[in-house]
């Protein structure tokens, strides 16, 4: 399916000379003296070799760690969804934020998601499991699978509807969906991981991945002149190769993202002055007044973050202060 985790050796023992002089000094300085001794001996092991600080890959000097939330999967479960000529649509997660969807077909297939907002998808007509997200809230969906009939033209198999009320807003943005596809074995979640492990808070984690993209991934030229309607991207395989095209940035650094607790969007829209078609991220976070590059956090609202600009050291007239972004599409 597309889709989504020293013991120190301590110095002890007391110098000769104060022992020579043992009579001269109260039981309780001899204690106090001793504790001192044994605290700052702590560093070094008997034999005079240094022992490893225990508190080496902490990432604050006041001690703090960013603890990741529980993995945020995306499943689909096939005896709960409904099912119709040859189509599932499983509604048994929406109040977290997704819905999946499997469908066979001779021709061509698509996925319609209905509330104020209309939302098609290009749907496998083999099968394959698809995790769409339910970005426009709470409220009353229709969910549709539409089968090509005529050109572009085409009818509903199957239509069901739900209630949603979503456990929290950030439900669709830290849980993985066609557009940001992982699992908890994703090369890019050990990763993530292992930024995660090594910072003190959500916006350290950002910054680091925000730093990693930037020096590892470059724009591929040759990919946006000939990449096809439908196109969907593999975060790993970006990782892997170290190239993409502007979708490629904003799917993988959602999906390294979110893996670890932090909610992100994937956005398409035009960015002036040229009305460029393009994909960014934007985030949310708590903390506030972090700087970095192109963008600094907003306390308890979604900061935008450009990669493929960003990495790629494009004009600042494509970043500005974020005016010249027009939202379209959120994933």
Sequence with gaps: ??????????????????????????????????????????????????????????????????E???????????????YKNGAYIDISHVEEGYVAVS?????????????????????SSDGEVSIFPLQSGNGEYKFRVMENVSDNRYAALFEISADVELLDEFQPYIRSS?????????????????????????????????????????????????????????????LSTGKGICFDYASLAAAMLRSQGIPTKVIFGYVSPNDL???????YTEESGWVTVDFKTNEKDWTRMDLTFSANGSDQKFIGDGGNYAEVYQY
């Design 68 to 82: 990741v939330p529980d993995f945020a999967e995306s499943v689909f479960d096939e005896e709960a969804a409904s």
């Design 178 to 238: 066609d557009y940001s596809s992982y699992t908890k074995d994703s090369e890019c979640v050990a990763l993530a991981s292992s930024f995660a492990k090594e910072s003190a808070d959500a916006v350290e984690v950002i910054e680091k991945v925000y730093d990693y993209v930037c020096d590892h991934v470059k724009y591929d030229k040759a990919k946006a002149e000939s990449v096809k309607s439908g196109y969907l991207p593999d975060p790993d395989e970006t």
């Design 1 to 66: 399916m597309k889709g989504l985790l020293k013991k120190r050796e301590y110095r002890s023992g007391r110098s000769d000379r104060f022992l020579r002089k043992g009579a001269a000094f109260s039981k309780t300085l001899i204690l106090i003296l001793v504790l001192l001794f044994s605290l700052f001996g702590c560093g070094s092991s008997s034999d005079g070799e240094t022992v490893p600080d225990a508190k080496k890959d902490e990432p604050a000097d006041d001690g703090r760690r960013y």
């Design 103 to 123: 469908a066979t077909s001779d021709k061509r297939l698509k996925f319609q998601v209905l509330t104020e907002d209309t939302y098609n998808y290009d749907l």
């Design 277 to 283: 078609y393009h994909a960014w991220n934007m985030f």
